[in-house]
């Protein structure tokens, strides 16, 4: 099972940037394709982002395209997520897992606030 563990969250103003960082362990992470997902405020739980294995694959929900890039570095079991052009409703704790989820891997996440 995948053990992961989500830093780089913080907090900016509206327009900045962030860059996230999730690192992997506990089997082979080049093997899973990867993704983001957050929770804002009184929220569900929503997809962002998705990497497949190579990394030569990307998809991404509507609210963050052309603003965030999803990236992997299987050398560093490493999934990344460059966040450009913050908007205040990006605030949320942001979380990686495996693409479909492993629901035993699910870390603490990263809490990302954007004040106006």
């Known amino acids: 099972q995948v053990q992961l563990v989500e830093s780089g969250g913080g907090l900016v103003q509206a327009g900045g940037s962030l860059r996230l960082s999730c690192t992997a362990s506990?089997?082979?992470?080049?093997?899973?394709?990867m993704a983001w997902f957050r929770q804002g405020p009184g929220k569900e739980r929503e997809f962002v982002a998705r990497?497949?294995?190579?990394?030569?694959?990307?998809y991404y929900v509507d609210s963050v395209k052309g603003r965030f890039t999803i990236s992997r570095d299987n050398a560093k079991n490493t999934v990344y997520l460059q966040m450009n052009s913050l908007k205040v409703e990006d605030t949320a704790v942001y979380y990686c897992?495996?693409?479909?989820?492993?629901?035993?891997?699910w870390g603490l996440g990263t809490q990302v606030t954007v004040s106006s």
């Open positions: 990497i497949s294995r190579s990394g030569g694959t990307r």
């Open positions: 897992n495996t693409d479909p989820p492993n629901v035993g891997s």
């Open positions: 506990g089997r082979t992470f080049s093997s899973s394709p």
